[in-house]
């Protein structure tokens, strides 16, 4: 299965924009980059997903590379609300019929 | 909709004892899965199912069993519990149809202590 890899943490200043790297070197054609967090004591929530285009929602911005084999988590201003741990997975029912794979993510930690 | 419903939220168990985690989607999704999440770690994929009737083992089945005999149902069934068995359970599910752009829901967990 195609694996993903994440810096282990980053920080940012409240009300900064934020960049998340992703690579995923190893990624299929037709597989889809899905990004979800996990707040403390929470289980994870969506937050965005692409497959070869940029793509913008109320939530954040993903940027994908044209050779897919990378991908950036874009928060624009980041609150402290934001401080949680960052999944990049890579979804494909056709190959693994599944088998969803999470990374240990990124933690984001956000001053004020 | 409910969305994933996961019980009980909290337990301690003794070591040896079994018990079961409920999980119960009414969204009519195919694919469900449990996760386990250690402290300060990521989720790891203990058994996923593609349907009624089939399930697989992820990256850490030992110790545990499922069963998906509905749709909406994939309870996780701890046999002989063991300190190493404490961690946070997640139960999730996502569509069935070949669209990958579909979102996995998740429960909110489950607390396992076993002393």
């Known amino acids: 299965d195609a694996k993903t890899t994440q810096p282990n943490s980053m920080e940012s200043n409240e009300e900064e924009p934020v960049h998340l790297p992703c690579n995923h070197s190893?990624?299929?054609?037709?597989?889809?980059i899905h990004w979800y967090r996990q707040l403390p004591s929470q289980g994870p929530e969506y937050v965005i997903h692409?497959?070869?285009s940029n793509v913008n929602n109320r939530m954040a911005s993903l940027a994908i590379a044209e050779d897919r084999k990378s991908s950036t988590l874009i928060l624009h201003r980041a609150t402290l609300r934001d401080a949680a741990v960052y999944y990049c997975i890579l979804m494909n029912y056709g190959g693994s019929q599944g088998n969803l794979i999470f990374g240990k993510g990124t933690k984001l930690s956000v001053k004020p | 909709n409910a969305g994933v419903t996961q019980t009980p939220k909290f337990r301690i168990l003794k070591i040896g004892q079994s018990m079961t985690l409920q999980c119960t989607q009414d969204?009519?999704?195919?694919?469900m899965y449990w996760y386990r999440q250690d402290p300060g770690m990521g989720l790891k994929l203990i058994y996923y199912?593609?349907?009624?009737?089939?399930?697989d083992k992820g990256e850490v089945p030992n110790g545990y069993n499922v069963s998906r005999s509905t749709t909406e149902d994939f309870p996780l069934r701890l046999e002989l519990a063991a300190p190493s068995q404490t961690s946070v359970y997640f139960c999730a599910s996502l569509p069935g149809e070949f669209y990958s752009g579909n979102t996995i829901y998740f429960g909110e967990g489950s607390w396992l202590t076993v002393v």
């Open positions: 969204m009519n999704h195919n694919y």
């Open positions: 199912s593609v349907g009624a009737g089939i399930t």
């Open positions: 190893t990624i299929s054609g037709t597989d889809y």
């Open positions: 692409g497959l070869t």
